[in-house]
Structures are given as structure tokens and as C-alpha cells.
């Protein structure tokens, strides 16, 4: 017998062995392909062991040891390694078509839980029920007490037996276990006398069953026989969404049995308590019919309807989704698709109409609006919801504690009010400060929004008008003068043009490539020989393009299949050649009145005019104010202060432009002697005084004799306005007195002191140099007696008096003078190319180019020619210069030499003699050089003055000079050989020459000049 048994153990080893090796050598293969061979090896197994059954071995994804001291088991779901079954499934073409037709996003309810694979806990020990059906493979513990101890553990054979040393057989399979264990107990109370039985299920079997249909991975799937139909779809990776939650069977022999699992995901239904047996079949068939909910409801979404019926009730379907998010009126409106293949839409009549396939219910509110409460909104603590049954103030809402904040702006609020009947928002304009004085109180009314600021928002609130006001002026400038967007290329119009932009009719339309494009790349400075061939091309009368200049230039030439005749293409792009020549010369306003030019038309050719992009949308503070979009304002009011201006647009429900506008009629100016000048917001009946103390007050410097008021009064009937000037006396009373009304201006004149006008500073020969503080009005003499007087070396006629505002007019007259010089360049290439310059003149063209940015970049030194001599000033008053703040003054020491500069054979200084004239000097100097332009001498003077001199044979000046002074020959131009020319640069060589002089003689006599600062 024990020779038997150690055979059968061997066998059975084996056998389980085989079974292993026989999973591993396939594993790819799936549980699936490998169930029938699993049972049939299972069977064999228990066969072996004479009845009693062993644990089938599982894949690798659903193990389940056979020891009875594990208590779960997580059973993972069965999903390739590729898939992303654990992940939300992609929106389904049903989601589509119903979200796209309800007009809003909808997605078919349940899948996000029964979607997904999801690992299950299976129970192996423990108390069961009852009604547990035991089977083959059930482990029973069995506890004898009494006369007979002795404790069993055996398993329901495949007979269904249970059988225990000494007691007869008694029958399992297929019955209750409540049944079974009342049976037992009976059965070893009459085996043995005065024992007490225990019996309990110790482990329950496993059942395979099959999982088929619309779910992510069928197959076979293995659990106990205390799981449900659920944990067989989740472990199969949840059902697709082309799958039924609704009409899922369960094939039990020759026995079909419904299981809906919306009963189990929702609160509604009763779902049957369903445990899988073996050899169970699940299947989940296609998805029914559909209908879906959005609106207020909880879980808005697509819904399948029940095996065989036609709908669902509006009622049965709102609760199904949760119910009402919110106790009120509603509208319920139903999304019908018609014969003709049109959708439909109509209210139902009441809760108990039926909803059908395909058709769509809205739960929409049918009274949302607000009653009987106005909301203060804003940065207060206060805000919020207050009644207004009772006539509520707006005085009383202002007054209580903490609704005004902690720094309010007390002169401008708003409150936005709803008509009843149309729902139109307007703003109401008030004062905190009247409101609070009872001034200008008022009845607030159901939905009203008071709006007080803090004086940070008001500020934002000012700056947000002045960005608005300065761009609406940017846009103005632009339309009167489009030169000056600098931001926009010109386009150039293509004409008869039948596509490309061609409009109905022939008329000209914006072509979409246009024939000739200027590169993006940074602008190429043409050569001189580029410089012939462009003023040549431009000026012809027959117009060629040379297509290695263009490319040189960085211009592409490309021809469309819609074009103009070949002059007008040609035109186009010699313009644009200019253009391109001119923004690499130079980005001057004289290149852009050249490149607004036309040009010229001849027989047969088109003028191509400019053509400038339309205006940018105003965006002030990144909003687009041309956009009227009123954003939905917040349910309630909140007490968040606003950062920017679309928070606040936001908070009130209106219009960004609508608000600005709106801010704009409430403006007023106040500016001079107060402490803080500038634009205040201000409401109605908001007197002066208080204007003026959230100005800071005044200052102490302040006119009391009056104030000048100009102000603007409106005659909307006659649509006249009359604007006058006034002056109040600054008097608390007067101020009170004055309301202040949109628009006014008030200036607080300053009281006039000629103390500390500025600074001015002497240095040179003074006796006490530096920087002196001036009253206005005050005389370069009288500064000079302040500096201790002059020293004895000192020589006031070589006096150097610098002043800021003469500087500055130099510089324009610089800029003035490179325009000049640009625009002859332009008639010297144009005379060069027509004339068949050689390439000598071409590079004087360049050195001329050279010298007007030499222009451009010469720096002005603003001197100011005086008589500084004491005894002069003294006998001469009205040559005394009134000082200016930022004045320089610089007395030199006196020089003892005269300087020769300019085209001489040996240029420098010589030792200043009484009576020598400037011949003389010239001809210590060698005389004139070869290419001298001796009728264009000068000479520049101590005092910053200069003359020409007149050389001719005849009459030379014979005027001595005075030490100090520079003599300057300039060089003669006219080798150029344009007549026109030289003389209009010859003028400007001259004038640059006089400065070059002035400025070589300073720095010979070692005197040091400050520029103006």
C-alpha cells in the first residue's frame, strides 16, 4: 500500500511538471490557446490523486497559490504588454457625432470606470454565506468536539462528496453550503455519540470561464467561485466603448442570464447576486441604443438605454445622471433628428415624455436671475451680497465697517446697473466722498454692482486711459501721415491682376507674391559702380534691370504668371532697388520722402502707388479694445482687488472699450502748484476742495490770488460747447463752493521768485572759478563780479560762452545740412549716370556719401559770440547776455600767435606781429597750396566770429587780425565737375572748415572748453 501512494506522488510530480514545461514552452501564446490543454491536464492530475483536485497553474498574470494560509489573492488583468489598456479609452466616434450635434463635450457614461483593465481581490478564506453553491475543488475544515476530537480538512471530490474517516458520504456538489453543513452535522452526531461538529469552508475552488464579445482582451479567464461576472470583464481589460454595459449575458449550460452593470455602478436597480460557476460563458455584446443628458446635471454624458426599450422617461434619465445640480426652475428642451435627416428641436412637455434613441435632453435653468440683492465688489473686506428689499442706500452700504478698504480712492466710483426688461448694463458714475456727505446719494436696485476703488486701482485704472489715449493719437498721426509707422513696409498693388488678390470687375486687388521682394536680410551699401548703374536704370527712358545688381543688392527678381506690362514690372523694381540703396545709405526722413516718391510715368507704363497695412488693433494692456467681448461676469461678488484692467472688465460684466470710454467722461486735470499734478477720476458733485486734498494739497509755493479754471460746459440740445477761463480765489470757501465737472483743467499758479533760477559755471582767467546758483534775469557781468573779477593775463575778447539751447540748434542745422548733401547725392548720381561719369567721380560720389554721416555725426558745441570785456559791458548794456541755466563761460589767457590752416604749403602757428595783415601770415605759411580755393578764405576770431576775406587782385583785405585768430584756406572742389553741385557743398565745406578752425585754434592757444551740460 505505502509502495502504491509513493508511486502515485511520483506520477502526480511528474504530471504537474509536464504541465509547467508545457505554459513555459509557450507563453506567448496566451492563456487562451492554452485553456483546453490546462484542462485536460487538470482533469488528469485529479484522476492521479484519486479525486482530489489541485490547483490548476495559472499564466503569469493571474497566479493563485493553493496555500490556505494566503487570506487574497489580486488577480491583474489580462493585457499584452503592448497595450495601454490601463489608460483612458480615445474618444469614440459616438462621443464625436453627439458632442458635435449638443454643442458641448459629451462622453458615454460608465466607461471610465468599466473601461480599463483593473486588478480584482479574490477571497481564498473566511466565512461564507450560506447559499454558496460548493462544487468539486471546495476545501471543507471540519472540527469534532466531544467524545470524538479530531479536526479534518478535505476537499468536495468530483463526485461531489464530502467523506471523513468513520461517517457516511455525504453529498456537496451543487447544493447550498447551509444545506450541506446541517446534513454533516446530523450525520456525525449519529456516527458519533456525544460529539459536536464545526464546519466551515476553508478555501473555495476555481472556475474557469470564457469572456467574450466587446471587451479589450478576451479569453479564458481563471477566478474563484466567489467572483462575479464584473471581476471576469475587468480582468479582461474592461469592455470597449463599442461594447453594452446594459445587456451583458452570462451562458450557463442551457440557461442564459441578464446582468446589467449599470445596476452595479449606480444607485438605481437591483443587481443580482451573480457568482460565476465553471465553464460559465460571458458575453458582451455590441453597444444599444444611446441617448444623452447635458445641462445641469451632475454626470452630463451619453447613456445606453435597457434591453428592449424604446426610451427612457425625461425623469428616469435625469436621475440616471445624477439628478439637478441645483433646486429650480429648468427648461427641458429635446434634440430630435426629423425624417429628412434635419435636428430638431423642441420643448418637452413635461418630465414623463419619453426620450428616444439618438436624441438629446437639455436641463437648462429657466430663471437664473438674482432678486432683491445688489453685490459690492472689490478689495474690501465688506464685499459681497446685500439686500436691497427694503430701499437699501448706497450711502448705507459705503458706511459699513471695512467697505470703503483700507486706501480708498474717495472720489470716483461706479455702480453697473441691469435694465429689467433687456438686461442692458449701463454704469452709473459716483463720488464716495459726496455719497458719504449725503450729497449725492442714491436707491440701489436688485443686480446693481458697486464698484469703489482703492487708490492703486484708480492709478491703473488712469494709466490703462492714457495707453488707450496715446495709442488712439498713434492711430490718428499713422492715418494722416502713414510715413511715420515705421513698423510697416510698403506694398506694392499689382494692377489687372485676375488673381493673386484680383477682385470681380477687374479691379485692383493686394497681390499675394508681388513681383519683386526686398530681402529680410540686413541692407548691403552698393558699390560706386552700383551706384551708376542704379541712377541709370532709374532715370531712363527705357528701364533695365540688371539682374547681378539686384542680387548684390540683396533683391530678388521674380516673375509671377499674373504680371503687368514688362515697364511697369521693371519700374516696380528699379523703386525698389531706390528703396533698397536708401535704407542702406541712411534712415533719414530725406530717404523716406525719396522712397514715398512716385515715379514717373511714360507712355504704356503704370505708376505703382504705396500701399500701407491697415492699422494694428489697439491693445492696451494685452487687451484688444476692438474686440467687444463682454466676459461673463462672477455669480457673486468677490473681495479679490483687481490686478489688471481685464480682471476688473471681467468682475463687472462690460466691455473694455465701453469702460475706457466711460472713464475717459470723468477725467479732470489739475496741475502746478499741488503736491501731486497730474488726471484724477472724478465722480458728480465732487467740490474743488476735496480734488484738490487728494491732490496732496498745495504746495507753498502756491498763487492764493487765484486759480485759473478752464472749464467746458455741454449743450446737448444744440450739441454746441462753450468753453470758458475763470479765475477762483484760492479761499477754503471758493474751493468748496466750485463742483468740479468732467474735463475741467486747473492750473495753481506758482508765485514768482527770481531765486535759484539754475547754475552757471566760469572757469578761465577769473579770480574765483566754479559753479555759481543765478537769479533770472541775472547779467554775465554781474556774474563776473561774483568770480572776483578778471586776472591780469585774462582776454575777454576771446571770451568762450556755451549755451544747451544753441547746441541743439546746431544739431539741426547738422542734420538740416546731411539732408541737403543726401539729396544732391541723389541729383549727382543722376547727373554722373546720364553724363557717362568716369569711375573718379564716382568715388567722389562715395566720399560724399562719407561726408554727409560725417555730418550726422559731428557734435555742436552751441557757442554763443559776446563781448565779455568789463568796461565794455559797462558802457554797452544792452550787450550784456542774460544768463541762462547750464551757461558755460571760459576767459582765456591771451594768446600771442595767429594760426594758418587749410590748403597751405607748410600750415601752423606764427608769432602775432601789430601790423601784419593776412597775406602776411599766409605767406609765412608757404602760400597757397596747388588745389587752394583762395576766394573762399577765412578767418575765424577770438571771439568765435568769422569773415571771408576778399582776395581778390585788386582789393585783398588789408584789416589786421588780432592775436588768437585762425586762418583758414579750404581746398577747391570743382575737379568734381558739377557746377550745381560744388557751389550748394561748397558753402557746407565752408561752414565745417570755420567750425574746424575755431575749434584747432582753441586747442593751439591750450584752451580747455567744457561742453554744455
Same mark, same amino acid.
Given at each position: 500500500?505505502?509502495?502504491?501512494?509513493?508511486?502515485?506522488?511520483?506520477?502526480?510530480?511528474?504530471?504537474? %511538471?509536464?504541465?509547467?514545461?508545457?505554459?513555459?514552452?509557450?507563453?506567448?501564446?496566451?492563456?487562451?490557446?492554452?485553456?483546453?490543454?490546462?484542462?485536460?491536464?487538470?482533469?488528469?492530475?485529479?484522476?492521479?490523486?484519486?479525486?482530489?483536485?489541485?490547483?490548476?497553474?495559472?499564466?503569469?498574470?493571474?497566479?493563485?497559490?493553493?496555500?490556505?494560509?494566503?487570506?487574497?489573492?489580486?488577480?491583474?488583468?489580462?493585457?499584452?504588454?503592448?497595450?495601454?489598456?490601463?489608460?483612458?479609452?480615445?474618444?469614440?466616434?459616438?462621443?464625436?457625432?453627439?458632442?458635435?450635434?449638443?454643442?458641448?463635450?459629451?462622453? $458615454?457614461?460608465?466607461y471610465?470606470?468599466?473601461?480599463?483593465?483593473? !486588478?480584482?481581490?479574490? =477571497?481564498?478564506?473566511g466565512?461564507?454565506?450560506?447559499?454558496?453553491?460548493?462544487?468539486?475543488?471546495?476545501?471543507?475544515?471540519?472540527?469534532?468536539?466531544?467524545?470524538?476530537?479530531?479536526?479534518?480538512?478535505?476537499?468536495?471530490?468530483?463526485?461531489?462528496?464530502?467523506?471523513?474517516?468513520?461517517?457516511?458520504?455525504?453529498?456537496?456538489?451543487?447544493r447550498?453550503?447551509?444545506?450541506?453543513?446541517?446534513?454533516?452535522?446530523?450525520?456525525?452526531?449519529?456516527?458519533?455519540?456525544?460529539?459536536?461538529?464545526?464546519?466551515?469552508?476553508? $478555501?473555495? +475552488?476555481?472556475?474557469?470561464?470564457?469572456?467574450?464579445?466587446?471587451?479589450?482582451?478576451?479569453?479564458?479567464?481563471?477566478?474563484?467561485?466567489?467572483?462575479?461576472?464584473?471581476?471576469?470583464?475587468?480582468?479582461?481589460?474592461?469592455?470597449?466603448?463599442?461594447?453594452?454595459?446594459?445587456?451583458?449575458?452570462?451562458v450557463?449550460?442551457?440557461?442564459?442570464? /441578464?446582468?446589467?452593470?449599470?445596476?452595479?455602478i449606480?444607485q438605481?436597480?437591483?443587481?443580482?447576486?451573480? #457568482?460565476?460557476?465553471?465553464?460559465?460563458?460571458?458575453?458582451?455584446?455590441?453597444?444599444?441604443?444611446?441617448?444623452?443628458?447635458?445641462?445641469?446635471?451632475?454626470?452630463?454624458?451619453?447613456?445606453?438605454?435597457?434591453t428592449?426599450?424604446?426610451?427612457?422617461?425625461?425623469?428616469?434619465?435625469?436621475?440616471?445622471?445624477?439628478?439637478?445640480?441645483?433646486?429650480?426652475?429648468y427648461?427641458?428642451?429635446?434634440?430630435?433628428? %426629423?425624417?429628412?435627416g +434635419?435636428?430638431e428641436?423642441?420643448?418637452?412637455?413635461?418630465e414623463?415624455?419619453?426620450?428616444?434613441?439618438?436624441?438629446?435632453?437639455?436641463?437648462?435653468?429657466?430663471?437664473?436671475?438674482? #432678486?432683491?440683492?445688489?453685490?459690492?465688489?472689490?478689495?474690501?473686506?465688506?464685499?459681497?451680497?446685500?439686500?436691497?428689499?427694503?430701499?437699501?442706500?448706497?450711502?448705507?452700504?459705503?458706511?459699513?465697517?471695512?467697505?470703503?478698504?483700507?486706501?480708498?480712492?474717495?472720489?470716483?466710483?461706479i455702480?453697473?446697473?441691469?435694465?429689467p426688461?433687456?438686461?442692458?448694463?449701463?454704469?452709473?458714475a459716483?463720488?464716495?466722498?459726496?455719497?458719504?456727505?449725503?450729497?449725492?446719494d442714491?436707491?440701489?436696485?436688485?443686480?446693481?454692482?458697486?464698484?469703489?476703488?482703492?487708490?492703486?486701482?484708480?492709478?491703473?485704472?488712469?494709466?490703462?486711459?492714457?495707453?488707450?489715449?496715446d495709442? $488712439?493719437?498713434?492711430?490718428?498721426?499713422y492715418?494722416?501721415?502713414?510715413?511715420?509707422a515705421?513698423?510697416?513696409?510698403?506694398?506694392?498693388?499689382?494692377?489687372?491682376?485676375?488673381?493673386?488678390?484680383?477682385?470681380?470687375?477687374?479691379q485692383?486687388?493686394?497681390?499675394?507674391? =508681388?513681383?519683386?521682394?526686398?530681402?529680410?536680410?540686413?541692407?548691403?551699401?552698393?558699390?560706386?559702380?552700383?551706384?551708376?548703374q542704379?541712377?541709370?536704370?532709374?532715370?531712363s527712358?527705357?528701364?533695365a534691370?540688371?539682374?547681378?545688381?539686384?542680387?548684390?543688392?540683396?533683391v530678388?527678381?521674380?516673375?509671377?504668371?499674373?504680371?503687368? @506690362?514688362p515697364?511697369s514690372?521693371?519700374?516696380s523694381?528699379?523703386?525698389?532697388?531706390?528703396?533698397?540703396?536708401?535704407?542702406?545709405?541712411? &534712415?533719414?526722413?530725406a530717404?523716406?520722402?525719396?522712397?514715398?516718391?512716385?515715379?514717373?510715368?511714360?507712355?504704356?507704363q503704370?505708376?505703382?502707388?504705396?500701399?500701407?497695412? /491697415?492699422?494694428?488693433?489697439?491693445?492696451?494692456?494685452g487687451?484688444?479694445?476692438?474686440q467687444?467681448?463682454v466676459?461673463?461676469?462672477?455669480?457673486v461678488?468677490?473681495?479679490?482687488?483687481?490686478?489688471?484692467?481685464? &480682471?476688473?472688465?471681467?468682475?463687472?460684466?462690460?466691455?473694455?472699450?465701453v469702460?475706457?470710454?466711460?472713464?475717459?467722461?470723468?477725467?479732470?486735470?489739475?496741475?502746478?502748484?499741488?503736491?501731486?499734478?497730474?488726471?484724477?477720476?472724478?465722480?458728480?458733485?465732487?467740490?474743488?476742495?476735496d480734488?484738490?486734498?487728494?491732490?496732496?494739497?498745495?504746495?507753498?509755493?502756491a498763487?492764493?490770488?487765484?486759480?485759473?479754471?478752464?472749464?467746458?460746459?455741454?449743450?446737448?440740445?444744440?450739441?454746441?460747447?462753450? @468753453?470758458?477761463?475763470?479765475?477762483?480765489?484760492l479761499?477754503e470757501?471758493?474751493?468748496?463752493?466750485?463742483m468740479? &465737472?468732467?474735463?475741467?483743467?486747473?492750473?495753481?499758479?506758482?508765485?514768482?521768485?527770481?531765486?535759484? !533760477?539754475? #547754475?552757471?559755471?566760469?572757469?578761465?582767467?577769473?579770480?574765483?572759478?566754479?559753479?555759481?546758483?543765478?537769479?533770472k534775469?541775472?547779467?554775465?557781468?554781474?556774474?563776473?563780479?561774483?568770480?572776483?573779477?578778471?586776472?591780469?593775463?585774462?582776454?575777454?575778447?576771446?571770451?568762450?560762452?556755451?549755451?544747451?539751447?544753441? !547746441?541743439?540748434?546746431e544739431?539741426?542745422?547738422?542734420?538740416?545740412?546731411?539732408?541737403?548733401?543726401?539729396? $544732391?547725392?541723389?541729383?549727382?548720381?543722376?547727373?554722373?549716370?546720364?553724363?557717362?561719369?568716369?569711375?573718379?567721380?564716382?568715388?567722389?560720389?562715395?566720399?560724399?556719401? &562719407?561726408?554727409?554721416?560725417?555730418?550726422?555725426?559731428?557734435?555742436?558745441?552751441?557757442?554763443?559770440?559776446?563781448?565779455?570785456?568789463p568796461s565794455?559791458?559797462?558802457?554797452?548794456?544792452?550787450?550784456?547776455?542774460?544768463?541762462?541755466?547750464?551757461d558755460?563761460?571760459?576767459?582765456?589767457?591771451?594768446?600771442?600767435?595767429?594760426t594758418?590752416l587749410?590748403?597751405?604749403?607748410?600750415?601752423?602757428s606764427?608769432?602775432?606781429?601789430?601790423?601784419?595783415?593776412?597775406?602776411?601770415?599766409?605767406?609765412?605759411?608757404?602760400?597757397?597750396a596747388?588745389?587752394?580755393?583762395?576766394?573762399?578764405?577765412?578767418?575765424?576770431?577770438?571771439?568765435?566770429?568769422?569773415?571771408?576775406?576778399?582776395?581778390?587782385?585788386f582789393?585783398?583785405?588789408?584789416k589786421e587780425?588780432?592775436?588768437?585768430?585762425v586762418?583758414?584756406?579750404?581746398?577747391d572742389?570743382?575737379?568734381?565737375?558739377?557746377?550745381?553741385?560744388?557751389?550748394?557743398?561748397?558753402?557746407?565745406?565752408?561752414d565745417?572748415?570755420?567750425?574746424?578752425?575755431?575749434?584747432?585754434?582753441?586747442?593751439?592757444?591750450?584752451?580747455?572748453?567744457?561742453?554744455?551740460?
Open positions: 500500500m505505502g509502495r502504491k501512494k509513493s508511486i502515485l506522488r511520483v506520477v502526480s510530480a511528474l504530471a504537474v %511538471a509536464a504541465a509547467v514545461a508545457a505554459l513555459l514552452a509557450c507563453p506567448q501564446q496566451g492563456f487562451a490557446q492554452s485553456s483546453s490543454t490546462r484542462n485536460v491536464l487538470t482533469q488528469a492530475l485529479q484522476n492521479l490523486v484519486n479525486g482530489t483536485p489541485i490547483s490548476p497553474v495559472q499564466n503569469q498574470s493571474q497566479t493563485i497559490p493553493p496555500s490556505v494560509t494566503s487570506q487574497q489573492t489580486v488577480i491583474a488583468p489580462n493585457v499584452q504588454a503592448s497595450q495601454s489598456l490601463l489608460y483612458a479609452q480615445p474618444q469614440s466616434r459616438l462621443e464625436q457625432i453627439m458632442s458635435a450635434r449638443a454643442g458641448r463635450p459629451l462622453t $458615454q457614461f460608465g471610465n470606470l468599466l473601461g480599463t483593465g483593473q !486588478a480584482v481581490v479574490s =477571497t481564498q478564506v466565512q461564507v454565506q450560506d447559499d454558496y453553491v460548493l462544487g468539486p475543488g471546495d476545501l471543507i475544515d471540519i472540527a469534532l468536539r466531544g467524545q470524538n476530537t479530531s479536526e479534518y480538512r478535505v476537499y468536495v471530490d468530483r463526485d461531489g462528496r464530502v467523506i471523513i474517516p468513520g461517517v457516511a458520504p455525504v453529498a456537496a456538489g451543487g447550498r453550503f447551509g444545506d450541506f453543513r446541517a446534513d454533516l452535522v446530523a450525520a456525525i452526531r449519529k456516527a458519533f455519540v456525544a460529539t459536536d461538529a464545526y464546519v466551515s469552508v476553508a $478555501q473555495v +475552488r476555481q472556475v474557469g470561464v470564457l469572456v467574450s464579445g466587446a471587451v479589450n482582451n478576451p479569453g479564458v479567464r481563471t477566478l474563484t467561485a466567489l467572483s462575479t461576472p464584473l471581476d471576469a470583464i475587468l480582468v479582461s481589460g474592461g469592455v470597449q466603448k463599442t461594447g453594452s454595459l446594459r445587456n451583458v449575458k452570462i450557463r449550460g442551457d440557461r442564459v442570464i /441578464p446582468y446589467d452593470l449599470y445596476d452595479v449606480t438605481h436597480g437591483h443587481p443580482r447576486q451573480v #457568482t460565476l460557476a465553471d465553464g460559465d460563458r460571458i458575453i458582451v455584446p455590441p453597444l444599444g441604443a444611446t441617448v444623452a443628458v447635458t445641462g445641469w446635471v451632475r454626470v452630463p454624458g451619453i447613456y445606453e438605454l435597457p428592449g426599450a424604446a426610451g427612457l422617461s425625461a425623469k428616469s434619465l435625469i436621475a440616471l445622471a445624477g439628478g439637478l445640480e441645483v433646486r429650480g426652475r427648461r427641458l428642451v429635446v434634440m430630435r433628428v %426629423a425624417k429628412d +434635419r435636428q428641436i423642441s420643448p418637452l412637455q413635461n414623463g415624455s419619453l426620450i428616444r434613441d439618438s436624441e438629446i435632453l437639455y436641463a437648462e435653468p429657466a430663471a437664473e436671475e438674482v #432678486t432683491g440683492g445688489a453685490a459690492l465688489a472689490g478689495g474690501q473686506p465688506m464685499a459681497g451680497q446685500f439686500s436691497v428689499s427694503h430701499a437699501q442706500k448706497l450711502s448705507a452700504i459705503l458706511k459699513e465697517p471695512g467697505a470703503m478698504g483700507d486706501s480708498p480712492y474717495a472720489l470716483f466710483g455702480v453697473v446697473r441691469s435694465d426688461q433687456s438686461s442692458i448694463k449701463t454704469l452709473v459716483f463720488a464716495p466722498s459726496s455719497v458719504l456727505e449725503g450729497v449725492d442714491m436707491d440701489l436696485r436688485s443686480n446693481d454692482i458697486v464698484r469703489v476703488f482703492s487708490t492703486r486701482e484708480a492709478a491703473m485704472l488712469l494709466k490703462t486711459v492714457k495707453d488707450y489715449q495709442e $488712439q493719437q498713434a492711430i490718428a498721426e492715418s494722416n501721415n502713414p510715413q511715420l515705421e513698423q510697416t513696409a510698403p506694398t506694392l498693388m499689382q494692377p489687372n491682376s485676375s488673381n493673386n488678390g484680383g477682385t470681380a470687375g477687374g485692383p486687388g493686394l497681390a499675394a507674391t =508681388t513681383n519683386s521682394t526686398l530681402s529680410a536680410a540686413a541692407p548691403v551699401t552698393p558699390s560706386p559702380g552700383q551706384v551708376s542704379l541712377a541709370q536704370a532709374v532715370n527712358s527705357n528701364p534691370l540688371n539682374p547681378a545688381l539686384a542680387a548684390q543688392l540683396g530678388s527678381s521674380t516673375t509671377g504668371q499674373n504680371q503687368s @506690362t515697364q514690372v521693371a519700374q523694381q528699379q523703386y525698389q532697388l531706390l528703396q533698397q540703396y536708401l535704407a542702406a545709405t541712411s &534712415q533719414t526722413a530717404a523716406n520722402s525719396v522712397q514715398a516718391a512716385a515715379l514717373p510715368a511714360t507712355a504704356g503704370t505708376v505703382l502707388p504705396l500701399v500701407t497695412q /491697415p492699422p494694428p488693433p489697439t491693445i492696451v494692456g487687451i484688444n479694445l476692438d467687444e467681448i466676459p461673463n461676469p462672477p455669480p461678488a468677490t473681495n479679490t482687488a483687481v490686478q489688471n484692467f481685464t &480682471q476688473l472688465t471681467t468682475q463687472l460684466g462690460i466691455a473694455p472699450l469702460l475706457i470710454n466711460f472713464l475717459v467722461d470723468h477725467q479732470v486735470t489739475i496741475e502746478g502748484a499741488v503736491n501731486g499734478p497730474g488726471v484724477y477720476l472724478v465722480g458728480p458733485h465732487v467740490n474743488l476742495k480734488l484738490v486734498a487728494a491732490a496732496g494739497g498745495t504746495s507753498d509755493w498763487d492764493q490770488s487765484g486759480i485759473e479754471l478752464l472749464s467746458t460746459r455741454l449743450d446737448p440740445a444744440s450739441g454746441r460747447a462753450s @468753453t470758458e477761463r475763470q479765475t477762483l480765489s479761499q470757501a471758493s474751493l468748496q463752493n466750485y468740479v &465737472q468732467p474735463h475741467d483743467e486747473i492750473r495753481f499758479n506758482k508765485i514768482y521768485s527770481p531765486a535759484n !533760477a539754475g #547754475t552757471v559755471t566760469i572757469t578761465g582767467e577769473v579770480r574765483s572759478p566754479g559753479t555759481y546758483t543765478i537769479m534775469g541775472e547779467h554775465l557781468s554781474q556774474l563776473m563780479v561774483r568770480a572776483g573779477g578778471l586776472t591780469d593775463i585774462a582776454y575777454p575778447y576771446g571770451t568762450v560762452f556755451l549755451r544747451k539751447s544753441v !547746441a541743439a540748434l544739431e539741426m542745422g547738422f542734420q538740416k545740412a546731411a539732408d541737403e548733401v543726401q539729396k $544732391q547725392f541723389l541729383v549727382g548720381t543722376s547727373f554722373a549716370a546720364s553724363s557717362g561719369a568716369n569711375n573718379a567721380n564716382n568715388a567722389n560720389l562715395t566720399a560724399l556719401a &562719407q561726408f554727409a554721416n560725417m555730418l550726422r555725426q559731428q557734435k555742436p558745441l552751441g557757442r554763443v559770440s559776446i563781448q565779455a570785456d565794455v559791458l559797462a558802457a554797452h548794456p544792452d550787450e550784456d547776455p542774460i544768463l541762462q541755466p547750464g558755460y563761460i571760459m576767459v582765456p589767457s591771451r594768446p600771442n600767435t595767429v594758418v587749410g590748403s597751405v604749403n607748410q600750415p601752423g606764427f608769432v602775432f606781429k601789430p601790423g601784419m595783415r593776412p597775406q602776411d601770415y599766409i605767406d609765412l605759411a608757404g602760400g597757397y596747388t588745389y587752394s580755393d583762395e576766394d573762399w578764405t577765412y578767418v575765424v576770431y577770438p571771439d568765435g566770429t568769422a569773415q571771408r576775406l576778399d582776395t581778390s587782385w582789393s585783398f583785405d588789408k587780425i588780432p592775436p588768437g585768430s586762418i583758414w584756406v579750404p581746398r572742389i570743382l575737379p568734381i565737375n558739377w557746377q550745381q553741385l560744388g557751389v550748394d557743398v561748397a558753402k557746407i565745406f565752408s565745417m572748415a570755420v567750425s574746424a578752425a575755431y575749434l584747432i585754434a582753441l586747442d593751439r592757444n591750450n584752451i580747455k572748453v567744457a561742453p554744455p551740460h
